[in-house]
């Protein structure tokens, strides 16, 4: 049972004068590389993800890595994201334009937008950080969507 408080436009009055502070138990998740990784999602996606397992309610974070040589499937979603290169040097290529990328660069992936990301290294692994808005649209009503070629 949904024990969440839901409001609609005729509950304008209630809206509150303060914030209400609430700490969740969990505010660290170590060693996000070892624990967070999701082998069946990896394997789908042909290159490793791991989830950070934080109670973020609207921002998602994934650890995302790139074999020598590798590809990410050719994909779009319906929500924004952020890549930040922890490691390697590649391109994406996003919506027919290339994106050229290299440790330390941040990468803007548009809503919808067909993209697929690609290590340029034969013999080094690249590595990003997502942080992304589909746990925010999840929570509006399973508005996140994911589509793959």
Request: aromatic share 8%; hydrophobic share 30%; glycine share 6%.
């Amino acid at each position: 049972m949904n024990n969440k408080q839901q409001y609609s436009s005729a509950d304008f009055d209630k809206t509150p004068t303060q914030i209400q502070v609430n700490i969740p138990e969990k505010l660290i998740h170590k060693d996000v590389e070892k624990t967070g990784q999701k082998e069946a999602y990896s394997n789908e996606r042909k290159h490793p993800v791991a989830f950070v397992d934080l109670p973020s309610k609207t921002i998602n974070m994934t650890i995302g890595g790139l074999i020598p040589g590798g590809t990410s499937n050719k994909h779009r979603h319906s929500y924004e994201t952020v890549l930040f290169v922890l490691e390697g040097e590649g391109h994406s290529e996003i919506n027919g334009k290339k994106v050229e990328w290299q440790e330390g660069d941040a990468v803007y992936i548009p809503v919808w937008a067909w993209h697929q990301h690609f290590n340029h290294s034969k013999t080094n692994s690249a590595k990003y950080l997502a942080c992304e808005n589909a746990a925010l649209l999840q929570n509006l009503g399973n508005l996140a969507i994911r589509e793959e070629i």
